[in-house]
């Protein structure tokens, strides 16, 4: 641990270690805003020519892999941080094609005037997790000791 803490000191960065599988999501002396957060995605296909008025589908996340850890579910405070749209081609989304949407949503609520051809649009929900820890850990104070 001696020589991790040399070489991220000789990089200019703190070392973290964790007690617990992988990373721990905080405890409770963190703050909500300093939180781990999920990110999760929906989309709608659609075909146009046609007018796009619909609210956006929201993400369960109680179907994602880490809801044992995050007793989220389907929240009205999951945030939207961005819509996005591509074009379909043989089932494969255009990269050329990507419009960004976000700003063109108001509560929720999308309304584009979607071109020619088979579009995908997709939203992206972020969400504080609403545990402290997914591990027991000790005492902050041993947590935050610098290593000798």
């Keep these: 641990m001696v020589d991790q803490k040399k070489a991220g000191k000789g990089l200019g960065m703190s070392v973290c270690l964790t007690f617990g599988p992988g990373w ?3 405890g409770s002396w963190v703050k909500q805003e300093d939180r781990s957060q999920v990110l999760g995605a929906t989309s709608v296909e659609v075909e ?4 796009f008025k619909q609210t956006l589908p929201q993400y369960d996340f109680n179907q994602s892999s880490l809801t044992s850890y995050t007793k989220m ?3 009205p405070d999951a945030k939207l941080v961005a819509v996005v ?3 379909l081609f043989e089932g494969q989304l255009q990269e050329s094609s990507l419009i960004e949407l976000t700003s063109k949503v108001k509560k929720r ?7 020619e051809g ?3 649009i997709m939203a992206f929900w972020l969400k504080y997790t609403e545990t402290e820890s997914s591990a027991k850990l000790p005492a902050p104070e041993l947590v935050h000791r610098p290593l000798q």
Excluded: A, I, K, N
């Excluded at 146009?48 to 007018?51: A, E, F, H, N, V």
């Excluded at 609520?109 to 071109?115: D, G, S």
């Design 24 to 26: 721990t999501f905080g």
């Design 48 to 51: 146009g020519p046609d007018l």
């Design 73 to 75: 579910g389907r929240s």
């Design 85 to 87: 749209t591509g074009r």
């Design 109 to 115: 609520h999308l309304q584009w005037r979607v071109p």
């Design 118 to 120: 088979h579009w995908r």
